[in-house]
């Protein structure tokens, strides 16, 4: 069965400095795979996804993401945090169920606090 | 565009009672998905709805379930109402041919079970 492991739970940056927020998969065939943000009271947004391809994608809000398969991770970065990136991050994997729909199985997420 | 609408946002029910958490999905969206999102436990996929049947299901008992609606509108009931099952209900829709796992969230129903 797939899984998500976000091993930070917390985790807390000043404006303007990078951000590297860690996912590692467990999946036995070609992942799909996510990152979402929630906002406070808010669902959850698409920030980006890698299916195949290029291993770097880039997202919405200035976020990239890089897929390493050897260390089965997809880690999501940023160059310069804003303090509007203060969030709930979660790293998924999608999974094809029987009949063709989508299932997500998502990481125990990230919450990231930007200090002014 | 509208987006995935759910109602109601916020709700409080006692133990034994039973809720019908309902989701409107972005117009052309064929698919509805449910998760339920409990502190502690992360987000957990609930049940997938397709062209009016009910496909999949995740690892949650009977008493939750729901039904979607020619006009693609989904509801989710839970019957006799337990203190875990306090948590937020996100509802998230997609396209038929859609990105493989991109679903489109609402902002949920926040249930209180006391």
Redesign the interface.
């Given at each position: 069965a797939q899984s998500v492991t976000q091993p930070d739970i917390h985790i807390t940056v000043s404006e303007g400095a990078s951000l590297e927020l860690r996912c590692n998969y467990s999946y036995g065939a070609t992942p799909?795979l996510?990152w979402?943000v929630q906002s406070p009271?808010?669902?959850?947004?698409?920030l980006l996804?890698y299916?195949s391809g290029d291993t770097l994608v880039q997202g919405i809000k200035g976020f990239e993401a890089e897929f390493k398969r050897s260390q089965s991770s997809f880690n999501l970065r940023k160059p310069s945090v804003h303090w509007s990136d203060a969030a709930e991050y979660?790293c998924?994997v999608?999974s094809?169920?029987?009949?063709?729909?989508?299932?997500?199985?998502?990481?125990?997420?990230t919450q990231l606090k930007v200090e002014l | 565009e509208a987006g995935v609408t759910q109602s109601p946002t916020h709700l409080i029910k006692t133990r034994g009672q039973q809720v019908t958490l309902r989701c409107s999905p972005i117009s052309g969206h064929t698919s509805v998905y449910w998760y339920q999102q409990a502190l502690g436990l992360g987000l957990q996929f609930l049940l997938w709805y397709d062209e009016g049947e009910e496909r999949n299901r995740g690892n949650f008992p009977p008493r939750f379930s729901g039904r979607q609606f020619p006009n693609y509108s989904s509801e989710l009931n839970v019957n006799a109402l337990e203190l875990e099952d306090s948590a937020l209900y996100l509802c998230a829709s997609q396209s038929f041919g859609g990105s493989a796992g991109e679903l489109f969230f609402g902002e949920g129903s926040r249930l209180t079970v006391l």
């Open positions: 799909y996510f979402y009271g808010q669902g959850l947004q698409l996804k299916f979660f998924a999608g094809i169920l029987t009949g063709g729909g989508n299932k997500l199985t998502f990481g125990t997420g | -």
